[in-house]
């Protein structure tokens, strides 16, 4: 009985366990329908939505829209597509429209971070778009600013993604700061998104390292139609391309030993397929391979011609570059349809072949063109547009610029036109420029001394968008001491007669003169022609003023300058003096000459300058007299990095007059005039640009050597000097050489304390043999606008007493 009953419950457990395999097998069996439904359905999604991608790339937004609306069919709620939707309609230029899809996206899938890359597009494209626009001037500046990287995150409230993401951490890339921080952000996009290929695009614009370069060029292996894969069949003809949907799928594995018959289409797909996957795992040269097989499997089709041609394209040297252009050259020869056209016209663009691309798109009946046709047109278009505005700009022709953009009203929305319209804008912005400097020379009290203050005052009135009328009214208190009769007879008449003489002028032993510096004047970015007069108390008042012309010269320029300035040192020589004995003036020394300055970049870390004068010097009842001088400075950029420069110099300088004249008797004028002098020194400068702070420290060494012929104390006048001679006073000043080491110092400082408003200063100070003076200046400069930009190094405002 155990027995029987042990194997009546053996049997029971055995049949129960029977029946549930049987019942989990049925269950299996009715699902194996639906789990392959749903795989077949995922298939479908992935192989629309990266044919729409590919047609998205190409600006064949007509045929991507198809894609996405037929993956929408498959799955409404399918959160990447209704993304792409949006993004072709910005695309398009419909923000609207755009902003639909974003909103279908948000009901569905609320904060998705499709959702959040979609509004990040459409915020770049609408509210933030100027701002963009502004940053990216920045990045293509010669300089960009350090802190671009912080201003481009600041854009968007959340960390960017897709379009968006690329577009700031692009231009994050242009600083090497922003580039190690946008590295690890781009690294993190593409592990959490794999399959966009943006991110692997932008990793590879960064520079990460799994994008690395293959070769200068890429060397390519034609096969012929005979070495095609077996079951090949013969290429489609473009009409038949059409009818097949083309590209009908995007399959992602590579062509089976034994794969069934597929189209010469299919194969090339394929390997197109193949040759993407390769390019992004770095190979480049088995990419072009596969590119090339596809094109020779269907030499009619334009999109192989065009994904090979890219590629070689993208490689950046000249023989890769003509190579590209003959693959689509070849195309045509066989295909001149719509399509090879529309894809020639791309590669033209991408190469700068702005009226070729247009051409072959011309070519085409307007009515049968397609939006990305159209896309491209308006590109090109805008992109020759811009380039002759900025021909323009580097011409300094804004008045044709002004003219250009209202004959051209349609281009006026777009950033980088907006920007080139607010320059224009700023041109024509009134400004004052006004500072408070100090200058001192020691010297004998009341002769060789000179404590001078100065107010320069500089308005600017623009005339129009080239030409600026300014004027200025500056004040000169030129301060030389009080004469001292008991130690001074090297002054004017005074060592003529004695100390005592009543016919001495008390009031006249005080060499201190007030007065203006008036003058008016237009410049543009090529000439400046200027006109003033000296104003006041002054001892001399005479006119001043000077034609100045610059021109462009490849890597460098050319000043001319034609000018009639003050000659500075002493009271005597700037303002001229009072004789305290007969109250007779002379002094207010003149250069009347020419001058030229070039620059030459000679590398882009090292320049060069040169300069010539020659001049004719006169002034009030003092000889005319002589000089040449030339001055060769060479630059060596040593250290660079955003916000900072340190530069090592070297400067030759050699000078030479033809009388001495340095002396304060009369006749005399008061300046150094040596007739043989050279000097060699060596300047170090650190400038500096951050955070609207700007700077430049300069601290230099140097040596040089000078004759002095023998100078007669009163040049003009025997009578003067035989009178000296009877009162037992020198009538000749020995010459001889001369000369020393010299130490110079200059420190500058300027910020930008609100958009329209920059205040600045500088103090140098310069110590040689005989020769030690001392300036100091503070700053303002003022836009009555939005705008007043900081100068880098600081540039201060020159008295008009040194024009």
Known sequence: MAKARTFNWRSRALALAIRGCFATSTATFFALPALAAVDAQQSNVRALSDKGIYWYERFRFDLAVQSFNKVLLIDPANASALRWQGLIDLARGDVQAANVWLGKLQITHGNHPFAIELQQAITLAGEKRQQLAELRYLADSEKAPADLPKKLQALLPQPPLGDAAVQIYKLMGRTPEGRAKARPIALELARRFPEDKRYKALLADLGAASAQPVGNSLQITRNSPASAPRGAATAAKPADIATQDAPATVPTAPVPDAAPELSAFEQGQQLADQAQRLIDAGDKTAAARNLQQAVDLNPTYPWFRYDLATLLDDQGDAESKQSARKIMDEGLSQNKGQEMRFASALLAARQDRGMDALALMNAVPKTEWTEGMSALEKRVSYG??????????????????????????????????????????????????????????????GVSKINSNEIPLQIDLPLDFEKTLFVRADTLNANSGRVNLATTTNFAKLGTTIPTDPAIANERLDQNFKGHVLGVGVQTDQYRIDLGTTVGDYPVNDWVGGLQWRTNLGNGSLRLELARRMVNGSALSTTGAIDPLTGERWGGARRNGVSAVYYEALSPTLDFVGIAR?????????????????????????????????????????????????????????????????????????????????????ARIGASESREDDANLYPLNPELAAAAAAQGNATIETGG???????????????????????????????????????????????????????????????????
């Open 384 to 445: 020759q547009y811009l380039n002759s505005l900025r021909t323009l700009q580097q011409e300094s022709q804004f008045n044709a610029i002004a003219t250009a953009l209202g004959s051209a009203p349609r281009w006026r929305a777009e950033p980088e036109v907006q920007d080139i319209e607010q320059s224009l804008r700023r041109k024509q912005q009134v400004r004052v420029r006004m500072s408070y400097e100090n200058a001192l020379i020691d010297g004998d009290e």
């Open 614 to 698: 020659a001049n004719l010097i006169t002034g009030e009842n003092i000889p005319d007299n002589t000089e040449f001088n030339l001055q060769g400075i060479v630059g060596k950029t040593v250290f660079q990095r955003p916000g900072h420069r340190v530069e090592v110099g070297a400067s030759l300088f050699l000078w030479s007059f033809e009388k001495n004249l340095r002396f304060y008797t009369f006749g005399q004028g008061g300046y150094y005039s040596p007739q043989a002098f050279g000097s060699l020194s060596f300047p170090v400068t650190w400038t500096g640009n951050v955070n609207g702070w700007s700077w430049q420290m300069q």
């Open 737 to 803: 050489p001369g000369g020393g080491t010299s130490t110079g110092l200059r420190l500058a400082l300027e910020r930008q304390v609100l958009n329209n408003f920059v205040l600045g200063g500088y103090f140098e100070i310069d110590r040689s043999e005989g020769y030690n003076p001392d300036r100091l200046q503070l700053y303002l400069k003022y836009s009555f606008g939005d705008f007043f930009e900081l100068s880098v190094p600081p540039e201060g405002v020159a008295p008009y007493s040194r024009f």
